[in-house]
């Protein structure tokens, strides 16, 4: 069987099944131990009672009016319902309640307790809806007179399902109708249960279609997160998954196209050297080997930003990068000083791979002096609890409108390729090694002109 509903559905039906099968066993054991206690209480009582009866009561030979006087007046002072029977079987006297009772068929209890007497009388007594109550009057809860020999029950009673407290159905035997209630119980949850279980797992096939289609190519593929259970949690990150493989895939395909595109120009240029070194004069050699030197250089610094690019595409937050103590103060002052640039601040202590936080603040001092000129600025101080360092020139700036794309791979500010040079990953890949740390990098106007590239990383 391969639907999973249809196993969940018959797993829950057969637990209710067993449940069922157990809950009527213990029922029906329940009864029979009930049934057993009372007889034995009962029958205690009634032959008590009925020995008190025959000694109380006229003798059989008295009158009829005298025997039938006395069965009244034991009936209203026990309130029971009694009839007095000769040897004969002819009926001496019957107490109203008992009269009312048997000839009312539409009492759906009406058991009669025989009691023989040891002259031949019968006495009969219609049980009462609780057997507990019989002869309590007399003789209390506990039946203070001991079981004697004598007169004893012909037919004991025993405990109902009406007794109980639960329903009966007419003309059917008790042990039928616990059956008939228990299959209607069964029913009645199964028939409730299927529904549930089939939206639960109608919800996990949508899932499983979602994922299929994300697997066929579809990175637009996104799943519903209907609910608050289980399975929607599984489907919003089944769509954070999907999200970030998306956006993975396509930075990878975009940085292997812009990066094929920018190493067109370099293997041009040294194509274009090659051919010309063999026939080129002595005094033009040394320009143009000094020529293939600097685009292999340009190659090298390419293939290293793409391969830094995707390994930190495929890193992800926390956890899986190095944590150690950095100075980002001595980091800041060290990395300033092969630029020749000034740097200040207060001692910050933050968390992360000092490889790559020096590689985004030697990007960030090498983009500031390309395009900047010389009076390069660092600044690091406290904020809250983030440490900042902020890289400060005083170039043209940034326009408002590219102070985000900056950040993108491969985007350059029109005229600066052609101007400064550079490929475009340097400041993609601040972006990349800060957003690794839980950090923020940002590009805003600096007073009096130029601007201000800061980071934000979380304290150590």
């Known amino acids: 069987m391969r639907s999973l509903y249809l196993r969940i559905w018959l797993t829950v039906v057969a637990a209710l099944a067993l449940f069922a099968a157990v809950s009527g066993w213990l029922v029906q054991r329940h009864l029979e131990q009930e049934r057993e206690r009372i007889e034995a209480s009962v029958r205690e009582r009634v032959s008590a009672w009925g020995e008190l009866m025959q000694r109380s009561l006229p003798p059989a030979d008295a009158p009829r009016d005298e025997q039938a006087a006395a069965v009244h007046a034991w009936s209203e002072k026990l309130r029971l319902a009694i009839a007095l029977e000769a040897a004969d079987g002819s009926r001496i006297a019957t107490s109203a309640s008992y009269a009312r009772r048997e000839n009312d068929l539409s009492l759906p209890f009406r058991r009669m307790l025989p009691i023989a007497f040891d002259d031949g009388r019968t006495l009969w007594v219609m049980q009462p809806r609780n057997p507990r109550r019989l002869g309590e009057a007399t003789f209390g809860p506990e039946g203070e007179l001991p079981p004697r020999a004598g007169p ?211 990007n960030l001092l090498e983009n500031a002096r390309r395009y900047g000129g010389d009076a390069v600025e660092v600044q690091v101080h406290r904020d809250g609890a983030q440490g900042v360092l902020a890289v400060l020139d005083r170039g043209p700036g940034v326009p408002a409108a590219h102070r985000e794309r900056i950040f993108e791979p491969f985007f350059r500010l029109p005229g600066h390729a052609e101007r400064e040079g550079g490929v475009g990953l340097g400041l993609a890949l601040v972006r990349q090694i800060v957003e690794r740390h839980s950090g923020q990098v940002a590009c805003t106007e600096r007073p009096g002109g130029g601007s201000v590239f800061s980071l934000r990383l979380p304290l150590g």
């Open 152 to 362: 004893r029950p012909l037919g004991p009673p025993w405990p109902s399902l009406e007794m109980r407290g639960l329903p009966v159905l007419p003309g059917l035997p008790e042990g039928v109708t616990m059956l008939a209630l228990l299959a209607v119980l069964f029913a009645a949850v199964a028939a409730g249960a299927f529904p549930v279980v089939r939206r639960l797992t109608r919800r996990l096939e949508a899932l499983k279609q979602g994922v299929e289609a994300f697997g066929a190519g579809a990175l637009d593929q996104r799943v519903a997160e209907d609910g608050r259970d289980e399975v929607a949690a599984l489907g919003a990150s089944f769509n954070r998954s999907a999200a970030r493989i998306e956006a993975l895939l396509r930075a990878h395909q975009n940085l292997l196209a812009n990066a094929s595109h920018e190493l067109r120009s370099p293997l041009a240029r040294l194509k274009m050297a090659l051919a010309m070194l063999d026939d080129a004069p002595a005094a033009e050699r040394e320009a143009l080997q000094a020529e293939i030197r600097t685009n292999i250089g340009e190659l090298d610094a390419l293939v290293e930003e793409v391969l830094l690019a995707s390994r930190l595409d495929a890193a992800t937050p926390g956890p899986s990068l190095v944590q150690e103590p950095v100075d980002l103060l001595g980091l800041a002052v060290e990395e300033a000083a092969h630029l020749g640039a000034d740097a200040e601040g207060d001692p910050v202590i933050v968390r992360g791979d000092e490889r790559l936080l020096r590689r985004a603040v030697r």
